[in-house]
């Protein structure tokens, strides 16, 4: 599944070609429908290094296109600005310079407007490269816009996230939005588990398939799978609670010695957004502070808290491979972007029925993010996309509440760092079989 599913990259026909410039025209508005409910003063907001400002997202994946599709192919093109390269690239240091990231917040210009005229004037660019393009060029400007446009959608869920997290920040608890879908109230079924042999298992994206994939997902290779169980859904709020009452924040018992160095550092004592008020748990939501659904998957705790929960419950987390050979059974279907309640949200289903392995939260996994073997980097800058991060990460597994549905599949390895608890991440179990 891709943004561009059912498009071919080799001898495309003019009738294709006019798909993928459809293709390439919604993904881009929805960047912009995320943007529409924010104030221009949203978009400034830089409320930690790890956070972006909207407007800076929104700019780059502007640069993205001009970068990398526009300036070498398109012959006609001019930039608006030769500054933007620097102020809008991201990582590429084989490209150029880019500007520091915890620094973003500071650029004040260009301004909000100037960086909408900007998005329009790459996006009339990439319509006449479209509508014209070079024969001689057309396999690898498609090959680079089948990249740019998966790159576009994981810049929006970014940006839910850093929104979220920036209006967090203020006292009054705004809403990004009033309007969003009402959730659904389930009482979920005491955790269940299912039982799989011990295996030799296909992990990885085929290359010869089709549909898109990142080049972190390549090198499809055999591994041998022990017989192990796995959780029928994710951990729930309610769940986590218990953890918390049992002292889980505050014994060292069952923490990774980084993992209980961090939470002394940072005085964690919840998941990211709770608060207590009045005796009742409310956590911050785009649509406002709430009180905490309990049967609803836990998110925005780090690997660290979903390491020392799956400890304290006498269980582990799975490993990218287990996970990976459970969900090639289960469809891609559940609480995605397209939903729009954009929190995760509690599951109706038949005891016993494994859920929620897609949408809702991303799933910790038990896996350092490292090359798979055989893993090649693409060619060029785009090199850097994926491959000079496999150092310090953990992968998580299955998409959320903030991610397009026809962006995640079985194979996709989405990577952060163990403490980092921003992204809508939580966890499900795993034990050994018996």
Request: glycine residues 8%; proline residues 8%.
């Amino acid at each position: 599944m891709s943004p561009a599913q059912g498009l071919t990259i080799e001898t495309p026909d003019s009738l294709h070609i006019k798909e993928w410039l459809r293709a390439y025209q919604r993904i881009r508005a929805a960047t912009e429908a995320i943007c529409a409910p924010l104030h221009k003063e949203d978009y400034m907001v830089q409320s930690m290094p790890d956070v972006s400002p909207p407007k800076w997202h929104i700019a780059h994946v502007s640069w993205f296109f001009e970068a990398f599709i526009l300036k070498p192919f398109h012959p006609a093109y001019q930039t608006l600005d030769p500054a933007y390269d620097h102020l809008f690239n991201s990582y590429y240091v084989t490209h150029g310079t880019p500007f520091p990231r915890p620094e973003r917040g500071m650029i004040s210009r260009p301004t909000v407007d100037d960086v909408y005229r900007y998005r329009a004037h790459v996006d009339r660019a990439m319509e006449e490269l479209l509508n014209d393009p070079p024969q001689e060029h057309l396999q690898e400007i498609l090959r680079r816009l089948e990249l740019g446009l998966p790159h576009e959608q994981q810049h929006q869920e970014l940006l839910l996230m850093d929104i979220k997290h920036i209006l967090a920040q203020n006292p009054l608890c705004p809403a990004y939005r009033d309007d969003l879908a009402p959730t659904p109230v389930h009482e979920v079924a005491a955790l269940g588990w299912h039982a799989y042999p011990a295996s030799v298992q296909y992990i990885g994206h085929d290359d010869t398939e089709e549909g898109f994939a990142y080049d972190n997902e390549m090198g499809r290779h055999r591994q041998f799978v022990e017989a192990f169980q796995i959780a029928d859904r994710p951990v729930t709020n309610g769940e986590f609670l218990e953890f918390m009452r049992a002292g889980g924040y505050d014994k060292p018992d069952h923490w990774l010695s980084d993992g209980w160095a961090t939470v002394k550092a940072e005085g964690w004592q919840a998941p990211l957004y709770w608060v207590e008020r009045d005796g009742v748990w409310h956590h911050y939501t785009l649509g406002g502070l709430v009180p905490v659904d309990m049967n609803a998957p836990v998110c925005h705790v780090s690997f660290y808290e979903a390491d020392a929960y799956a400890q304290w419950a006498g269980a582990r987390l799975p490993t990218e491979a287990e996970w990976e050979t459970v969900a090639h059974d289960a469809a891609i279907q559940g609480n995605f972007v397209e939903q729009d309640h954009l929190q995760p949200v509690s599951a109706a289903g038949s005891t016993g029925v494994l859920g929620q392995m897609f949408g809702d939260v991303w799933e910790w996994t038990g896996s350092a993010y490292r090359p798979y073997p055989g893993f090649r980097k693409l060619p060029g800058s785009l090199g850097e996309y994926n491959g000079k991060f496999m150092s310090g990460q953990m992968v998580l597994r299955g998409g959320c509440c903030a991610t397009p549905a026809d962006h995640i599949r079985a194979t996709y390895r989405n990577f952060f760092p163990p403490h980092a608890r921003w992204a809508f991440s939580g966890f499900r179990l795993a034990k050994e079989s018996l």
